[in-house]
């Protein structure tokens, strides 16, 4: 992949790692002839690490800090490092030197073969068996409910192309889900072994809690694939079914009773159908006001980002990197980032530039 390559990094309380994570980066990316910047996101640490990457950054031009107010957790730094990187390329990886940045010339050559999303997997993964072994049924439930054929979802090393990042938009816990969203988009995503490094400094930010939430948010990343854009084939769908059985049960205890001379008043059955009825008809509310805020966001125009180029006369006319700003834009509220740091010192963000973070449409997969 030729033009300049950003490495985002985030980090949270990773003080000790930074230093020489970046020895290691510039060992191995200036063996490989690569041009590069590194766009670290400060997580709202609390043990120094800003001041570590101050000092990095100061003596040269390409290490550039996105300071975030306070903790907003992975999935926002990630989205911050992508607003602000300026490359043509981009690959994530994390800032506790768990990650090889040897491994990167490899993890973007399938960028070249036409592959938009390449994601690590980290196939001996160095880590405790209570993560190893959940990890891996996290995978394989990912892979079955998503159907895109991934071992490692999760894995912080990645390569983008830039219309990716500029696309995609992730919050919250969603990091897990990058290749999910971007395929969602109909972005073309691959895997490509890697190594992994025991930790050597500081502490992992996840515990068991992470499959958990892991778990509703990938509800919420289906829910949004599938449905964000036709709500109530969902929940409209479920709903009418319900009512439909509820009037079965209901038509079969009034004949019994008309026709047979059977007391229904104390048969389960009657409240079964009942609520079967008041159940679906909430649910069929519900894909209702779905459809309405499905609506008003259609309203806005066709999203941009669904579009991968536009043609005319046999010459591309616009890519989707140069495309315009989406209705629904994939930038993340400037409000939470507090500075972005550059070499010549700090300059405050453009509080005011950046339109506020809605997530953008993704393809709608039939
Ligand atoms: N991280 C972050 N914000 C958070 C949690 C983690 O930026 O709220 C960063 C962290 O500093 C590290 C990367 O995300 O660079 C992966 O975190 P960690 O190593 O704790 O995850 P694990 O390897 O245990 O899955
Ligand atoms: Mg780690």
Same mark, same amino acid.
Request: proline content about 6%.
């Given at each position: 992949?030729?033009? +300049?390559l950003?490495?985002?990094?985030?980090?949270?309380?990773?003080?000790?790692s *930074?230093?020489p994570?970046?020895?290691e980066?510039?060992?191995?990316?200036?063996?490989?002839?690569l041009?590069?910047?590194?766009?670290f996101?400060?997580d709202?640490?609390?043990?120094?690490?800003?001041?570590?990457?101050?000092?990095?950054?100061?003596? $040269?031009?390409?290490?550039?800090?996105?300071? +975030?107010?306070?903790?907003?957790?992975?999935?926002?730094?990630l989205?911050?490092?992508?607003?602000?990187?300026?490359?043509?390329?981009v690959?994530?990886m994390?800032?506790?030197?768990?990650?090889?940045?040897?491994e990167?010339?490899?993890?973007i050559?399938?960028?070249?073969d !036409?592959?938009d999303?390449v994601?690590g997997?980290?196939?001996?993964?160095?880590?405790? *068996?209570n993560?190893?072994l959940p990890s891996?049924?996290?995978?394989w439930?990912?892979?079955?409910?998503t159907g895109?054929?991934?071992?490692?979802?999760?894995?912080?090393?990645?390569?983008?192309?830039?219309?990716?990042?500029?696309?995609?938009?992730?919050?919250?816990?969603?990091?897990?889900?990058?290749?999910?969203v971007? #395929?969602? #988009? !109909?972005?073309?995503?691959?895997?490509?072994?890697?190594?992994?490094?025991? $930790?050597?400094?500081?502490?992992?930010?996840?515990g068991?809690q992470?499959?958990l939430?892991?778990?509703?948010?990938?509800?919420t990343?289906?829910?949004?694939? $599938?449905?964000?854009? $036709?709500?109530?084939?969902?929940?409209?769908g479920?709903?009418? *079914?319900?009512?439909?059985?509820?009037?079965?049960?209901?038509?079969?205890l009034?004949?019994?009773?008309?026709?047979f001379?059977?007391?229904? !008043?104390?048969?389960?059955?009657?409240?079964l159908? #009942?609520?079967?009825?008041?159940?679906?008809?909430? +649910?069929l509310? *519900?894909?209702?006001?779905?459809?309405?805020?499905?609506?008003?966001?259609?309203?806005g125009?066709?999203?941009?980002?669904?579009?991968?180029?536009?043609?005319?006369?046999?010459?591309a006319?616009?890519s989707a990197?140069?495309?315009?700003?989406?209705?629904?834009?994939?930038?993340?509220?400037? #409000?939470?980032?507090?500075?972005?740091v550059?070499?010549?010192?700090?300059?405050p963000?453009?509080?005011?530039?950046?339109p506020?973070?809605?997530?953008?449409g993704?393809?709608?997969?039939?």
């Amino acid at each position: 992949m030729a033009g +300049l390559l950003s490495l985002v990094i985030p980090v949270y309380n990773e003080a000790d790692s *930074l230093e020489p994570l970046v020895a290691e980066i510039d060992e191995s990316l200036r063996a490989a002839g690569l041009e590069y910047e590194i766009v670290f996101v400060d997580d709202g640490s609390t043990d120094g690490s800003f001041a570590v990457m101050q000092q990095l950054a100061a003596p $040269r031009g390409d290490v550039r800090i996105v300071k +975030l107010r306070r903790n907003f957790g992975k999935a926002a730094a990630l989205s911050h490092g992508f607003a602000e990187c300026r490359g043509d390329f981009v690959v994530t990886m994390d800032g506790d030197r768990q990650d090889d940045p040897a491994e990167i010339p490899r993890l973007i050559a399938p960028l070249d073969d !036409g592959y938009d999303l390449v994601s690590g997997w980290k196939q001996s993964r160095q880590d405790p *068996l209570n993560k190893t072994l959940p990890s891996r049924l996290f995978n394989w439930t990912v892979r079955r409910t998503t159907g895109i054929p991934l071992h490692d979802f999760n894995c912080g090393l990645k390569s983008y192309r830039r219309e990716v990042v500029d696309t995609i938009y992730v919050y919250g816990e969603q990091h897990r889900y990058i290749p999910v969203v971007a #395929a969602q #988009a !109909g972005f073309r995503v691959t895997e490509e072994k890697v190594s992994h490094r025991r $930790r050597t400094a500081g502490r992992s930010k996840y515990g068991w809690q992470r499959y958990l939430r892991g778990y509703l948010d990938l509800m919420t990343v289906l829910f949004l694939g $599938r449905y964000q854009h $036709r709500p109530q084939h969902l929940f409209g769908g479920i709903g009418t *079914l319900l009512i439909l059985i509820g009037i079965l049960v209901e038509l079969y205890l009034t004949v019994d009773k008309l026709v047979f001379g059977h007391p229904i !008043g104390q048969r389960p059955l009657l409240l079964l159908g #009942a609520l079967a009825i008041i159940v679906g008809v909430q +649910l069929l509310s *519900l894909g209702l006001i779905g459809e309405l805020i499905a609506n008003s966001r259609a309203r806005g125009g066709p999203d941009p980002a669904q579009v991968a180029r536009i043609v005319e006369g046999g010459i591309a006319v616009m890519s989707a990197a140069a495309g315009p700003a989406a209705p629904g834009s994939s930038k993340p509220a400037a #409000a939470t980032a507090a500075l972005v740091v550059a070499a010549a010192g700090s300059l405050p963000a453009d509080a005011a530039g950046a339109p506020a973070g809605v997530a953008p449409g993704v393809a709608d997969r039939q």
